[in-house]
């Protein structure tokens, strides 16, 4: 599978999960579209959303509720595509939002990886293949983000880094969060970090996907510096950028 081919089929995805055309990613202007249900989006997403923006960098497509299309196409219009998804012209779309019981929540960055840069990496520890039967007494604190407690049946694969002592110490593990793609997270218990076993088994997980004919994606929020570096080292670029409005009750629950 060629970057090209990645790609694509990363648009691909987030013109179903945005109900758009993968052609509208490409666009020097705003694109707007009404979201709706899509069976083959990803799985977590809970559609139609009253908002979500997404960028690959050339412009913004805004998948939303027409009830908002004002409060959108201002923004998206004012404001240059880097700057609408941060501050300080982020307040001015969740004031926006706010007279209508709803606030900016999501802000994510997401991966792809490059396939001249991915690569096993070196590492000190015995690392095994998992599949989902494997998975079934890992669901705790310390593999919260390799592992769904949630949707368990999408954890499909994974990559564990073990001790000496056959004790597992890092875990890279996917979910199957749509047909193509693949999405990727990790954990290192924190006495083995700095060592490379993080990126080597990102890396390793990712080359193991690309072998299934599937998409591998990485996500992080950009102001977690550590799994975007991560992500860099494991051979993963930037590729887009979400940002998704919910109801106020929704974002005051998850703040508790």
């Known amino acids: 599978m060629t970057n090209k081919e990645i790609l694509r089929t990363a648009m691909e995805q987030s013109a179903v999960d945005a109900n758009c055309q993968p052609e509208d990613f490409m666009k020097t202007e705003p694109v707007i579209v009404t979201s709706r249900k899509n069976p083959d989006a990803r799985r977590y997403l809970k559609l139609p959303l009253a908002c979500n923006l997404i960028s690959y960098g050339n412009n913004i497509v805004a998948s939303i509720d027409r009830r908002y299309e004002e409060i959108v196409r201002n923004y998206i219009q004012k404001y240059p595509v880097e700057h609408c998804f941060e501050t300080p012209n982020l307040h001015v779309l969740n004031e ?7 606030m900016v929540c999501f802000m994510a960055e997401y991966f792809l990886p490059d396939v001249n840069a991915l690569t096993k990496g070196d590492c000190r520890y015995e690392m ?3 599949e989902n039967s494997d998975f079934h007494e890992l669901y705790r604190p310390e593999w919260q983000n390799a592992l769904s407690e949630g949707r ?62 599937k998409v591998p994606f990485y996500c992080c929020a950009w102001s977690n510096i550590r799994s975007a570096r991560n992500a860099i080292r494991s051979g993963f670029r930037p590729a887009w950028a979400e940002l998704t409005v919910k109801p106020k009750e929704f974002v005051e629950r998850m703040n508790r």
């Not at 499909?156 to 979910?175: E, F, K, P, T």
């Not at 290192?188 to 690309?210: M, W």
Request: with cysteine; proline share 1%.
């Open 128 to 130: 095994r293949l998992l």
């Open 96 to 102: 926006a939002f706010a007279k209508h019981d709803m």
């Open 152 to 213: 368990k049946e999408l954890d499909v694969l994974g990559v564990g880094a073990y001790d000496n002592d056959g004790r597992l110490i890092g875990l890279a593990a996917c979910s199957a969060d749509c047909d193509s793609m693949w999405q990727i997270g990790i954990d290192v218990l924190p006495q083995y970090r700095r060592q490379g076993i993080a990126s080597a088994l990102t890396g390793t997980l990712a080359l193991e996907i690309l072998e299934r004919g």
